[in-house]
């Protein structure tokens, strides 16, 4: 089985721009989360969706979004950029949703701002 | 809400030698805590995870963490470390009901190296 597929791999924006990050999930994984990883923050919850609803939202400004599609891909969305938003982007998926389930990560998208 | 903390950013360690990773949580309700290692340029890899089934948890690679709830602790352990242990270990937690769903709260890592 294929594992989670992010693309692309780097992404590099200026600021005031915006940007699109895509995720493919593990077949058959309904759940998708995301997360921004920074050396200053760690490791941040943005969102969660499942059956195309966002379920959980983290502590993120608007400029922060995402959706998901039929088939469980999900894409977030960042405008308006700013320099702090240089970040690992990590996409995660689960079968089901559920406080227990264990997520399986992708490998990232490495944005950098200037 | 809930929180977790690593104690030690970085740990050193001879090859052959204990592996100890501290992780100390805060959960309002019963916990579901989970131990990630992440390799350079890599995303994470789940270890081990505890779900209220047993206090000792075995995972992968010969890592296993003891839950104590009195301690509110789930420390990483590991008996023997190996070259390839060195990696970034992190520490998470997610409350079991409620709705925050698959939403996991970090610690912000240790740095693990292991020398020869």
């Known amino acids: 089985k294929a594992g989670v597929t992010q693309t692309p791999r780097y992404l590099i924006k200026t600021r005031g721009q915006q940007v699109t990050l895509s995720c493919s999930p593990i077949s058959g994984h309904r759940s998708v989360s995301w997360y921004q990883q920074t050396p200053g923050q760690g490791l941040q919850f943005l969102f969660e969706y499942f059956s195309e609803t966002q379920r959980n939202k983290g502590n993120f400004p608007g400029r922060f979004s995402g959706r998901q599609f039929s088939n469980s891909r999900s894409e977030m969305n960042v405008s308006t950029l700013e320099l702090g938003d240089s970040a690992l982007y990590l996409c995660?998926?689960?079968?089901?949703?559920?406080?227990?389930?264990?997520?399986?990560f992708g490998s990232g998208t490495q944005l950098s701002v200037l | 809400a809930q929180s977790v903390t690593q104690l030690g950013s970085h740990v050193s360690v001879s090859e052959g030698a204990l592996v100890l990773l501290r992780c100390n949580y805060s959960s309002s309700v019963p916990p579901y805590l989970f131990w990630y290692v992440q390799y350079p340029n890599q995303g994470l890899q789940l270890l081990l995870k505890y779900t209220s089934a047993a206090t000792l948890v075995k995972g992968i690679n010969g890592f296993e963490a003891e839950f104590k709830k009195s301690e509110t602790s789930f420390h990483l352990t590991k008996p023997s470390a190996h070259m390839s242990d060195a990696a970034e270990y992190f520490c998470?937690?997610?409350?079991?009901?409620?709705?925050?769903?698959?939403?996991?709260?970090f610690g912000q890592g240790t740095i693990l190296t292991v020398h020869p």
């Open positions: 995660a998926s689960s079968p089901t949703q559920g406080a227990g389930e264990k997520l399986f």
């Open positions: 998470a937690v997610s409350e079991a009901g409620g709705t925050s769903y698959g939403k996991l709260t």
